[in-house]
T-cell receptor, first 112, second 113 residues
């Protein structure tokens, strides 16, 4: 596609529910990243994919968070049993070369 | 642990004023350095980057940044800002072959016409 696409753009969920966030990277980009931005904080790295494998998932804050990537393309970030502290903007980025990351618009997650 | 510090959290300027936003990082080895910009309602986009070579790098829209290794700094500059430069500016670093970016907290720039 023309850019990185994330869906949904906004998600409100009740505490304890599971949510899935989707990222469609730019076609042909081998690397895919998930970050999150909480209110008043900088971007926080969550996980990085190269192809379908995740060589670095050190930023996932707990075992409630998981992500997968299939076909070297679409990625899904799943948060189980959501908590209020999970409220944030979740950003996806993709790149072909190191550093030239292209970002999506993000998914604003609100846990009530 | 690696970290990135942006010294100015909020900056207000008048059009045609000069801009310098500070960025310092903590990491002793080889680094790649980036400035990203986020205009209101838009996604993050790359403004400029430094990998190696000339420490003075030029980016889009008249921005430039200078890598000073001895000071662990990568400050962003623009000689004359415009109202359209109103945005959030983020400094980011990755170390060596590590693909993940470490981010500063961002600087909110407001340019008054």
């Amino acid at each position: 596609g023309a850019g990185v696409s994330q869906s949904p753009s906004n998600k409100v969920t009740e505490k304890g529910k599971d949510v899935e966030l989707r990222c469609d990277p730019i076609s042909g980009h081998t690397a895919l990243y998930w970050y999150r931005q909480s209110l008043g904080q900088g971007l926080e790295f969550l996980i990085y994919f190269q192809g379908n494998s995740a060589p670095d998932k050190s930023g996932l804050p707990s075992d409630r968070f998981s992500a997968e990537r299939t076909g070297g393309s679409v990625s899904t970030l799943t948060i189980q049993r959501t908590q209020q502290e999970d409220s944030a903007v979740y950003l996806c980025a993709s790149s072909l070369r190191q550093g030239e990351a292209f970002f999506g618009q993000g998914t604003r997650l609100t846990v009530v | 642990a690696q970290s990135v510090s942006q010294h100015n959290h909020h900056v207000i300027l008048s059009e045609a004023a000069s801009l310098e936003l500070g960025c310092n990082y903590s990491y002793g080895g080889t680094v790649n350095l980036f400035w990203y910009v986020q205009y209101p309602g838009q996604h993050l986009q790359l403004l400029l980057k430094y990998f190696s070579g000339d420490p003075l790098v030029k980016g889009i829209k008249g921005f430039e940044a200078e890598f000073i290794k001895s000071k662990f700094s990568f400050n962003l500059r623009k000689p004359s800002v415009q109202w359209s430069d109103t945005a959030e500016y983020f400094c980011a670093v990755n170390a060596g072959n590590n693909r993940k970016l470490i981010w500063g907290l961002g600087t909110s720039l407001a340019v008054n016409p």
